[in-house]
C-alpha cells in the first residue's frame, strides 16, 4: 500500500445511503430524501434468530417421537436401555422420524400458505 497514489479527488455524486443523485447536494454532501435519517455509530451486526418454522418443527417433534417409539419398543420387549443393540434401533427411528417430520411440516407449511 505504501505505492498508492492518488491522481484525482472529487465530491460525491450521489448519496451514500440511498444511491441517488437527485436531491444530493454534493458539496453539502447533503441529501434532501435522507438528511432526516438516524444512522446509529455502532454499525456492528448482530444476527437475529429466525422464527422456527412448520419444517423444524416438524424435524424435533418427529425426533422426539421416533425416540420415543424406540424406547418403548425396547421396554416392551423387555430388554434394557444399557442393552448395545438397541441404540442403534432408536438412533434409526429417531432420523426416520426426524425425515419424517420435516417432510410433513414442510408439506403443511404449503398447504397453509395455499390457503392463504
Known sequence: MNNLKIIIESLPTRCEICHQS???DSEANLCSRCQNIQIDEDLSFSR???PLDY???GLITGAIGGALIGIINEIVKGLS???ISSYPLIIGLVIV???FGTISGEGI???YKLQL
Do not use: Q, T
Open 97 to 99: 422420524g426426524a425425515i
Open 55 to 57: 419444517g423444524d418443527v
Open 109 to 111: 407449511e404449503r398447504l
Open 48 to 50: 437475529k434468530r429466525r
Open 22 to 24: 437527485d436531491l444530493f
Open 81 to 83: 436401555l444399557a442393552h
